[in-house]
C-alpha cells in the first residue's frame, strides 16, 4: 500500500484530445473557478494526489470542496503569501489585519474564522505547515516559498483536523528532497523591490539521505507617505512656531531636516527565511523520515492605514483629546469625502500618523523607541516584526504490506513586536501602542493506518497532544472611558497575559467500498482541551496594579480564568462514482472552536469563560472530468447550522445575563468580555473549473457564495440582531484566469497569463454604519514568462493591479473615528531564474 499522508505533492498524468465540443466547454468554463493544481507544463491536465483524508487520493476521488494549488501555479500567479491564494479560492477570505491588530491575519471561510489576535480568542480556520498546527492567527500569513502544494479545505473538519477548523483548513506542504537540482531568482520592481530566493536539492548518501536548503529575502518600500503634519501645514493655529509640532509637549522635537516634510512610510516589507530539509529514505526499505527547519525573520514597517474619518464626522468632538486641547477633527483626513475642503493633501496613500505617546516611557520597548525624557514623551518606531524559527520530524515506516505508521512531532516559536498610531494622526488621540506576542507550541501525533478486505476498507485512527503557550505584552493606551480627569490619560496601561492551551485528542476515519463505485466513509474525534488565562494589569510604568482598573483589594493582575472541555466531533460521508471520471457525495460533518477566557476584562467581575463555537453542515456536491479531461468541474453546496457564536456584547452582563452595575464593571463601552451571543444559518455553494480546450491554453475560474443570517440572539442588550449577518465577510465571489504556452521552437517557449479576481464588499460592524462599509473591488495581475527550451533559464514580467484600482481591504470604526488599510497600487517586477 502508498504510505498514508505521504504524498510527494502533485503528480501529473498528462490526458489530452481534441473534440469538435471544445468551444462549448469554453463557454461553460468562462462561469467557474480553478479546482486543480499544475505541473510545470499548464496545459496539462493533470490527476493531483492529495492528503485531506490522511491517505493519498486523487482529488477527483476525494469527497471534500477542496482545493489545490501547486507551487509552479502560486508563481505562475504572481503569489508570495498566503492571503494572495484568496483571490482564487472561493468562499475564502484571508487579509492581513489592520494596524492595530499586529501581525495578525484575519481568516474566513464559508463565513466562519476569526479576526482577533488575542491569545484568549482561537482561530476558527486551521493553518498547518506539513500536518503541523499553527495555533494562532498572529504570525499566521506565511509565505509561499518552495511549497509543493497548498490544499484548501472549506467546510468544518473537525474530525480530519481537529479543533479550530471548524470553517475548513489550509494546508502547506513544503517540496522534499529529491537530490538533485535547484535555483538562484533574483527580482526588481516597483518601490524598489529586491527579492532573492535560492535553492539547492543534492544527495548526502546515494539511494538513502537527501537534503534541500532553500533562502527568500523579500525587500520592498511603503506605499504609504507618513508626512509631518506642522510641516506640511505651518499655518495651523495649532502648530508651534518654529518646531514641527502640534502641541507644546512636543516642542522639544527638532525641525525635520530634509525639508520635504516626510517622515517615513507604512507598509514595508524587509524578510529573510531560510528552511531546510532532510530526507531519509534508503532504497528498498519500508523506512521514511522527514526532518524540516525553518527560521524566518521579518523586520517589516506597520500595515498602511490611513485616517478617512475624524471624531468631528462622528459627532464625537465634544469628547476629543482631553489632555492636548487639540481637536481631533477632519484636518488630519488626507483624501475622501470627509477631507477637509480645501486641505492641502488630498492623498489616498497619505498620513500624518507620527507615532507620537504622551506618556511616560513604556520601558520594554526603550530599544524600538527613539528615547525620550526618562518619563517623557517618546516616538516608537513602526513596525510589523516576527522573528520564529521552527523544526519538525515526520517517520514513516510500513509496518506490513497492508499497515502503515505514521508519526508527526512538531516544535514552533515566535517572537512578534508590532507598534500602531491607532489614530493615524499627530495628536496621541489613542497614541502609539506598542505590543508583543510571544508564543510557542509543541505538538505530537501518531497515526495507525491499513488496508483490509482487498483494499475495499481504509482506516486511520490516531491520538495527537498539543501544548502552547502565549504572552501578549502591550501599551494600552485612551481617553475612552470615563475614569481619570482633562489633565491625565484616563485609560493607560500595560497589558501582560499569558495563555497556556492543552489539547488531547483520539480519532478514528474509515472508508468502506460497500459496491464497485459506492464508499460509505465515518470519522469520529474526541478532543479535550483546557486553556488557563492569566492577567497582567500594571501602571505605565511597570510598577505596581493599574487603577482603577483594579481593585485595591482584589486587583487584576495574577487573576486567572480557566476554560475547560471535551467535545466530540464526527462525520458521514457516501460518495458514488456515476462514471469512472464523474463522482457525486453527500456529507454530514461536524467542527467546533475552542472557548476561551474573557480576553480584556475591566475588572475582576468580567473575568468568566465563553463556550465553543460548534458547527453541523450539510453538503452535496459532484466532481466531473468532462471530454477526455479537457473540462474539469467540481461543485458543492452546503447548510451549516452555526451554534454559540463568539462575540463582545454592548453592555457587560452577569451569568444570568443581566448588566452589570458599574460597582461591578460594568462601565458602558469597557466591557472586555466574550459571550456566546447567539446562533446563525450559513448557506452557499461554491463551483470549480479548468479547461484545456487547445493545446497550450489553459482557462480556469471561480464562482462562490456565501449566505449568513443569524436566527437567534441570546442577549438582547448586544447589538445583534436576527436575520443581520456577521461584519466582516461578504456573498458572491468570483475569478478567472488563463494562460497560453506559445512555442517558439529551438527558442523556448512565451506564456502570457491573466487573472481577474472579485472579491465582494462587506459590513465592518453589526451596526453596518455606511462609515464602516467596505466596498466590493475587481483587481487584474497580468504575467508574461520566457523560457528556454532546456527550461534552464526564465525571464518573467508582471504587473499586479494591473488598472490600478484604489480600494480598500478593510476599515476600522470604533464611534469615534474610522480608518482604512488601502490595498497596493498598481506595481510591476521582472524576475530573472537561473535552474541548475
Not at 481568516?107 to 493553518?127: F, K, L, M, N, T
Not at 501578549?472 to 501582560?496: A, E, L, V
Request: proline share 6%.
Amino acid at each position: 500500500m502508498s504510505r498514508t499522508s505521504n504524498s510527494l505533492g502533485a503528480r501529473s498524468i498528462v490526458s489530452r484530445s481534441r473534440i469538435s465540443t471544445a468551444a462549448l466547454a469554453l463557454g461553460i468554463s468562462m462561469a467557474a473557478s480553478p479546482a486543480i493544481a499544475q505541473d510545470e507544463n499548464a496545459n496539462d491536465a493533470n490527476v493531483i494526489v492529495v492528503t485531506a483524508q490522511m491517505r493519498e487520493q486523487n482529488i477527483q476521488d476525494t469527497p471534500l470542496s477542496i482545493t489545490a494549488v501547486s507551487g509552479e501555479l502560486l508563481e505562475a500567479r504572481s503569489q508570495t503569501k498566503l492571503t494572495d491564494i484568496a483571490a482564487q479560492a472561493p468562499n475564502v477570505l484571508l487579509q492581513q489585519n489592520p494596524s492595530g491588530s499586529g501581525a495578525s491575519m484575519r481568516a474566513y471561510i464559508r463565513g466562519v474564522g476569526q479576526a482577533d489576535q488575542s491569545p484568549s480568542v482561537e482561530p476558527g480556520v486551521g493553518i498547518y505547515v506539513d500536518d503541523i498546527y499553527f495555533g494562532t492567527v498572529t504570525a499566521s500569513a506565511f509565505d509561499l516559498t518552495d511549497l509543493e502544494r497548498v490544499e484548501v479545505l472549506r467546510g468544518p473538519q473537525g474530525t480530519l483536523a481537529g479543533m479550530n477548523s471548524q470553517g475548513g483548513a489550509i494546508k502547506l506542504y513544503s517540496r522534499k528532497p529529491q537530490g538533485e537540482g535547484g535555483f538562484v531568482e533574483a527580482t526588481l520592481g516597483a518601490f524598489n523591490r529586491v527579492d532573492m530566493k535560492a535553492s539547492a536539492d543534492f544527495t548526502v548518501v546515494e539511494d538513502a539521505v537527501f537534503a534541500r536548503v532553500t533562502g527568500v529575502m523579500r525587500n520592498r518600500d511603503g506605499y504609504v507617505t507618513r508626512y509631518d503634519y506642522a510641516c506640511v501645514n505651518p499655518n495651523d493655529p495649532y502648530v508651534q512656531p518654529g518646531t514641527s509640532a502640534i502641541d507644546p509637549s512636543q516642542a522639544a522635537i527638532p525641525q525635520l531636516a530634509s525639508g520635504d516634510c516626510k517622515l517615513g512610510t507604512l507598509g514595508a516589507q524587509s524578510m529573510f527565511a531560510v528552511r531546510g530539509s532532510l530526507r531519509i529514505a534508503p532504497q528498498g526499505s519500508p523506512l521514511e523520515i522527514n526532518i524540516t527547519g525553518d527560521y524566518t525573520k521579518d523586520t517589516s514597517e506597520t500595515p498602511a492605514s490611513t485616517l478617512i474619518a475624524s471624531a468631528e464626522i462622528t459627532n464625537r468632538q465634544n469628547g476629543s483629546i482631553a489632555y492636548q486641547g487639540v481637536p481631533f477633527d477632519n484636518r488630519f483626513v488626507t483624501y475622501g469625502q470627509y477631507r477637509r475642503a480645501g486641505a492641502v493633501l488630498n492623498d489616498p496613500f497619505a498620513s500624518y500618523a507620527n507615532f507620537y505617546d504622551p506618556g511616560v516611557t513604556y520601558r520594554a520597548i526603550d530599544a524600538a523607541a527613539t528615547p525620550g525624557a526618562p518619563n517623557g514623551p517618546v516616538f516608537t518606531k513602526p513596525a510589523n516584526q516576527v522573528e520564529g524559527w521552527g523544526v519538525s520530524g515526520v517517520v514513516d515506516y510500513e509496518v506490513a504490506d497492508n499497515i502503515a505508521f505514521k508519526s508527526i512531532t512538531g516544535y514552533r516559536t515566535y517572537d512578534s513586536f508590532s507598534s500602531d498610531d491607532n489614530d493615524n494622526s499627530p495628536v496621541a488621540f489613542i497614541g502609539a501602542v506598542p505590543s508583543y506576542f510571544s508564543h510557542k507550541q509543541f505538538s505530537q501525533e501518531v497515526r495507525l493506518s491499513g488496508n483490509f478486505m482487498e483494499d475495499a476498507l481504509n482506516v486511520t485512527v490516531g491520538g495527537i497532544y498539543y501544548d502552547a503557550s502565549t504572552r501578549y505584552n502591550g501599551r494600552i493606551h485612551s481617553p475612552f472611558s470615563g475614569f481619570g480627569t482633562p489633565q491625565k490619560p484616563t485609560f493607560s496601561f500595560i497589558n501582560d497575559d499569558t495563555a497556556d492551551m492543552t489539547v488531547w485528542a483520539g480519532f478514528g476515519n474509515a472508508a468502506w467500498q460497500m459496491a464497485p463505485g459506492l464508499t460509505l466513509e465515518g470519522g469520529i474525534r474526541v478532543t479535550s482541551e483546557q486553556k488557563d488565562y492569566t492577567y497582567g494589569r500594571y501602571n505605565p510604568d511597570g510598577v505596581g496594579d493599574y487603577l482603577p482598573l483594579s481593585n485595591p483589594t482584589n486587583p487584576l493582575s495574577g487573576q486567572v480564568g480557566t476554560y475547560k472541555e471535551t467535545i466530540v466531533d464526527y462525520r458521514a460521508v457516501l460518495s458514488y462514482k456515476i462514471t469512472p471520471d464523474v463522482m457525486a457525495y453527500a456529507q454530514f460533518s461536524t467542527g467546533h472552536k475552542a472557548g476561551g477566557v474573557a480576553p480584556r476584562p475591566y475588572s475582576y467581575y468580567q473575568i468568566r469563560s465563553f463556550g465553543p463555537e460548534k458547527l453541523n453542515s450539510y453538503e452535496v456536491g459532484f466532481k466531473a472530468d468532462l471530454f477526455d479531461r479537457i473540462l474539469r468541474i467540481n461543485a458543492s453546496a452546503f447548510y451549516m447550522d452555526y451554534v454559540g457564536y463568539q462575540g463582545t456584547p454592548q453592555t457587560c452582563l452577569d451569568e444570568a445575563g443581566n448588566p452589570l452595575p458599574v460597582d461591578k464593571g460594568g462601565v458602558e463601552g469597557l466591557c472586555g468580555q466574550y459571550l456566546n451571543l447567539g446562533d446563525a444559518r450559513v448557506k452557499g455553494f461554491e463551483l470549480e473549473t479548468t479547461l484545456n480546450p487547445i493545446e497550450g491554453l489553459t482557462i480556469d475560474g471561480s464562482l462562490s457564495l456565501t449566505d449568513f443570517e443569524f436566527t437567534k440572539v441570546n442577549y438582547p442588550t448586544t447589538s445583534i440582531v436576527v436575520g443581520s449577518s456577521r461584519p466582516g465577510i461578504g456573498d458572491w465571489k468570483w475569478s478567472i484566469g488563463a494562460q497560453y504556452e506559445i512555442l517558439l521552437g529551438d527558442a523556448g517557449t512565451l506564456t502570457p497569463r491573466i487573472d481577474v479576481a472579485y472579491t465582494p464588499g462587506y459590513c465592518g460592524n453589526f451596526a453596518c454604519n455606511e462609515i464602516s462599509k467596505v466596498d466590493s473591488y475587481t483587481l487584474a495581475n497580468a504575467r508574461l514568462t520566457y523560457q528556454t527550451e532546456d527550461k534552464d533559464w526564465s525571464v518573467a514580467l508582471e504587473v499586479t493591479n494591473l488598472f490600478d484600482n484604489f480600494y480598500y481591504l478593510n476599515k476600522f470604526y470604533n464611534g469615534w473615528f474610522a480608518l482604512g488599510q488601502p490595498g497596493r497600487p498598481r506595481e510591476w517586477a521582472v524576475s530573472v531564474k537561473r535552474r541548475f
